[in-house]
């Protein structure tokens, strides 16, 4: 395995690990499920700006309900079942879209209640072979930015365009400006007549259009229960890394009776837009080590910044400036070892720590950190001034 690799990467940045025992699944370390909760909030707040409300449903759901929407019958080799009769038949989830339809059921739904839009951190599980099992970009458990969007048909565009907005402005932040978008097509193994396909093609290649979009055709890639726009990033290695979707679904809301009552007074199937911004948070976080190399951008960092001390005198001093920069929001790593400091700059450097504050006597006794950055310049600043001038990038 080379150096660059992210599996790599996460045992050198103590991220990480995975083993026989848990064979496609991942041991988040604290620093790496640092990184993980920072993704999980960012992604969290842009959800809920969004106009997306967040939820959460069961992991284990009856084989009753994955049969009647079908996921038994096109997905059921990649399903997670345990043995038992009726009701006690449970399977663990592969998707989250059946759960989300069981919310909108559970009231009767009017019109004005579109587009109704739920978003879930989707822990799901897949039965992948294991020689398909790839570090972080393929295994068997994984959490999705799930969402589902439950709207008219004339919603489409819209929707799929006020979705296209969000994942431009996210993968920018995560620092991928270059993006390659595929537009896959019904499946040979599908559920829904041609009529219902050809309907659903047809609004998604429209919404596309609108939206701006450059697609590439993927003939026969969609869901078995519709089309669908793969959002791939381009990294800085020149691979593209599949990462978004949008797809449009007329079955699954006919299959499990979802409906709302329109202006007429009449019944009604709702469209369901099935989105995913990262997709599998795990397999992001993957493209993410490989992308940056491990030195991620200051907000993303697992910690953020070393505060370092010189001597041992000064070390009361750095617990301080520790705690303040804490206070403040910072993750922190506090370093008084022994060791000198050019040391402790390496270190920090290869623990993917961007920001390092030395403090020695000078320092305590005017109440300020000798601060560097990546490009090894060192300033000296109040902490107080240190942590303003910081904040703005340090948060996302
Ligand atoms: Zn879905």
Not at 24 to 32: E, I, K, Q, T
Not at 101 to 119: G, T, V, W, Y
Not at 166 to 194: C, K, N
Request: with cysteine; aromatic share 8%.
């Amino acid at each position: 395995m080379d150096d660059n690799d992210h599996r790599a990467i996460g045992n050198r940045m103590d991220l990480f690990h995975q083993q026989e025992e848990g064979a496609g699944m991942v041991f988040w370390h604290p620093r790496g499920f640092a990184l993980y909760q920072v993704i999980e909030g960012y992604i969290r707040r842009q959800m809920r700006a969004a106009g997306y409300r967040e939820v959460r449903t069961p992991q284990l759901l009856s084989r009753a309900l994955w049969q009647a929407s079908g996921h038994w019958e096109k997905f059921g080799d990649n399903m997670f079942a345990l043995p038992g009769e009726d009701s006690h038949a449970l399977a663990l989830k592969p998707m989250n879209c059946p759960g989300h339809i069981q919310i909108f059921n559970k009231r009767i739904r009017s019109f004005r209640d579109l587009p109704f839009r739920l978003a879930e951190f989707g822990a799901c599980h897949r039965d992948e072979p294991s020689g398909a099992l790839l570090g972080l970009m393929r295994t068997r458990a994984f959490v999705q930015d799930d969402a589902h969007v439950f709207c008219a048909d004339d919603d489409i565009v819209a929707e799929v365009a006020r979705f296209c907005a969000l994942l431009r402005r996210v993968y920018a932040d995560f620092g991928f400006d270059d993006m390659a978008v595929a537009f896959s097509t019904r499946p040979a193994v599908r559920a829904g007549t041609d009529a219902v396909w050809d309907r659903a093609e047809a609004a998604l290649a429209d919404a596309a259009k609108q939206a701006g979009l450059d697609c590439r055709a993927q003939p026969g890639e969609g869901a078995f229960y519709g089309p669908k726009l793969e959002f791939a990033l381009r990294d800085n290695r020149g691979r593209e890394w599949q990462c978004g979707t949008v797809q449009v679904d007329l079955v699954l809301p006919e299959r499990l009776d979802a409906a709302y009552v329109d202006a007429d007074n009449k019944r009604r199937r709702p469209v369901l837009l099935h989105h995913a911004v990262l997709g599998s948070i795990e397999r992001f976080i993957g493209i993410l080590l490989e992308h940056h190399q491990g030195r991620l951008p200051l907000w993303l960092a697992p910690e953020q910044i070393a505060v370092a001390s010189i001597t041992e005198a000064a070390a009361d001093y750095a617990g301080e400036v520790a705690a303040r920069f804490e206070e403040a929001g910072f993750r922190v790593a506090l370093d008084t070892r022994k060791a000198r400091l050019p040391r402790k700059i390496v270190d920090a450097r290869e623990a993917g720590i961007p920001l390092l504050a030395a403090v020695g006597a000078r320092e305590a006794a005017a109440g300020t950190v000798a601060l560097r950055g990546a490009d090894g310049d060192s300033e000296v600043l109040a902490v107080d001034a240190a942590i303003d001038r910081l904040a703005p990038e340090a948060f996302r």
